[in-house]
Structures are given as C-alpha cells and as structure tokens.
C-alpha cells in the first residue's frame, strides 16, 4: 500500500516543492499550511508519517504534536529552524521520531521517512508472526515487550512508545547488563547509514525514563554509563 505522509508548514513554497518531491518517490501527500487544520485534518484521515514545522501560525507543532499524542503513535518528524537548537530537544522531549534543521536537503528528508516506515513496517509484524507473538515477547521482570504487537507494558500497564522508543528499548532488553554505545543504538534505531546526532539518543532515552516514571516513580532500570553509552538493568542487579 502507498504510504500516507502529512506534510505540514506555513511556507507554501515548502509544501508544493516537497509533495512533489515526495510524489515523485511514490508517496500520498496530504499538505496543511497551519497546525490547527492539520489536526482537524489528522483526526478526520489518519496518515502513516506526518513532517511538522516547529513555528506556525494558530497552532505551532509543539502545540500540534502534544494533542496528537493524546491518541495516536504516528510517527513524526521536525523541520526546525537552524539557529533554534532548543526546538529540536524540546521535540525530541515531546515524543517526536526525528528532526531536520531547515535549511534542509529533500534527498534526506526522504530517506529519514523511508528509514522510519521501515521500522514502522518491522514493527507492525505480518498476520503469521502476530499469532506467534506469545513465543516472540520479551519478558524481563516486571517489563513485557511485544515486538510483533508493539506494545510494552511494565507491572501490567501499558505504554505507548514510539517506533523509534520501542526499537531503543527492545535493543537494550534484548541483552540485560551489556552496556550499548551511542552508536549502537543510533544504528539499531535508524539504521547504519543514518547521520544521527548524540544528543537525539540521550533524548529518546530521557523520553523514554519519564513515560516509566509516570507508572512507576522507582523505575531505574536504564542505566547511563558515562563515556560509555547506556545498559538495561535488572530488578534486584
């Protein structure tokens, strides 16, 4: 199926040169010029990957993206402005799957979507692989993780993670008390070939620590290690 991408911005030279540019490569592209139509727009018809633009009018993609994540994971990706390096952790911080500072190339902006549905598509396992989703969860304690499913849950309670949340903390589930670098995780979130900075996983990770603490205020099972990178570890290790 033809993937459904949101593109929403209040430069139109952004939303004509991009769709094309998207279209070309065989995506549906449905374009918004502010935040507060894209909404109504997103409610009404559900897309597979919406692209923000952080400064809009009526409704910025701050703003945009918290009301999304009241009832939906779809994945997001930023276009912030170059000189506003405070935008792209804030982003991050709110749930986002990536950011692209503007100016930006159209060639990567296709491959970060291209990078993300491929996730989104693993994720979403085939029919034969859901009904074996009992034999492929990861149980760690108190933590459950459905790859098949993409669902996690800690003590029973469910959390809703992102594509890119859920792939870092399967990653580091996978193999309790080994401790993954940066680079480990940034090749196991988006892929070897992706430029992705530090920081963006650092932000992931703190993501990911407050959506256990809003459950679970003594969660401390994602260690960083200084220098080092991060590591899962077990109850009572």
């Known amino acids: ?88 952790m804030t982003g991050l911080q709110l749930g986002a799957d990536d950011y692209i500072k503007k100016p930006f190339s159209q060639k990567l902006l296709i491959e970060r979507i291209k990078a993300i549905l491929r996730r989104e598509q693993v994720l979403r396992a085939s029919p034969r692989l859901a009904e074996a989703s009992t034999d492929q969860a990861i149980e760690r304690g108190a933590l459950r993780l459905d790859e098949s499913r993409h669902e996690c849950t800690w003590h029973g309670k469910p959390l809703s993670l992102t594509v890119t949340e859920f792939m870092l903390l399967f990653t580091l589930v996978s193999q309790p008390g080994l401790v993954r670098t940066r680079e480990q995780l940034m090749a196991a979130a988006y892929g070897e070939h992706e430029e992705v900075d530090d920081r963006t996983v650092d932000s992931h990770i703190k993501r990911l620590r407050k959506k256990f603490r809003e459950i679970d205020p003594d969660f401390d099972q994602i260690e960083t290690l200084y220098g080092a990178g991060y590591r899962y570890r077990m109850a009572g290790t």
Do not use: C, W
């Open 1 to 88: 199926m033809t993937a459904q991408i949101a593109l929403v911005d209040d430069d139109r030279n952004i939303l004509t040169s991009v769709s094309m540019a998207l279209e070309a490569e065989g995506f549906a592209v449905t374009t918004y010029n502010d935040g507060d139509e894209a909404l109504r727009g997103l409610m009404a018809k559900p897309a597979d990957l919406a692209v923000l633009d952080v400064k809009m009018p009526k409704l910025d993609g701050f703003e945009l993206l918290q009301r999304l994540r009241k009832v939906s994971t779809i994945p997001v990706i930023f276009l912030t402005s170059k000189d506003h390096e405070e935008d792209e």
